[in-house]
């Protein structure tokens, strides 16, 4: 108990608590041996660091932050993604789509303050800042509930939420709710 406790403050003090940009994208360079199904915009990897029975990454070949960043233009981006997701599931029809985790990590975003010295910002609870689908099945019960956790909204939203956010925007021809 005691070493996840200590592992959750190592978690939360390597935050991003500011912007951070990276010079060099891992995500942007795949290598093409540890690509597991793939289409036009956007491919499917293994996690390195397993949170269930199997853990995929589904990421844009092209280079976009976060959800953060994304408008109603790239409804057909997470919508090919969303078909990666369900080839992949497919290829294990035992699992019920209860033990199905899949969604974001969100960015770091200012809440309110529109000048510099009153802003509210949360951290970045992002670690490669590219965007990337999470898909974990059966998903181990620490895992789920603190790294990937549904419960908290500022740090996680279900790949299904934004895609329904995302198709209600397009309707409108909007960008993502941003607060600065």
Same mark, same amino acid.
């Given at each position: ?10 978690? *939360? ?8 940009? !990276? ?6 360079? @795949?290598? +093409? %041996?540890? /690509? ?40 057909? *981006? ?8 369900? !080839? ?6 035992? @699992?019920? +789509? %209860?033990? /199905? ?40 019960? *620490? ?8 419960? !908290? ?28």
């Amino acid at each position: 108990m005691l070493q996840t406790i200590k592992k959750i403050f190592r978690y *939360l003090a390597k935050l991003q608590w500011t912007e951070h940009f !990276l010079s060099g994208c891992i995500f942007c360079n @795949v290598d +093409p %041996s540890k /690509i597991i199904v793939e289409n036009d915009l956007c491919i499917a990897i293994n996690n390195i660091t397993n949170a269930g029975e199997a853990h995929w990454l589904i990421l844009p070949r092209s280079h976009i932050r976060d959800i953060e960043n994304l408008s109603f233009e790239h409804l057909e *981006l997470l919508r090919s993604m969303d078909e990666l997701k369900r !080839l992949l599931l497919s290829r294990r029809p035992s @699992v019920s +789509p %209860s033990e /199905i985790h899949s969604g974001y990590h969100r960015g770091g975003r200012i809440f309110f303050g529109r000048f510099s010295f009153l802003r509210f910002r949360f951290p970045d609870t992002i670690s490669v800042h590219h965007l990337h689908l999470h898909v974990i099945v059966r998903p181990g019960f *620490l895992k789920k509930w603190f790294k990937y956790p549904p419960w !908290l909204l500022l740090m996680w939203k279900s790949d299904e939420k934004l895609l329904r956010e995302v198709e209600k925007l397009a309707s409108k021809g909007m960008m993502i709710r941003k607060v600065y």
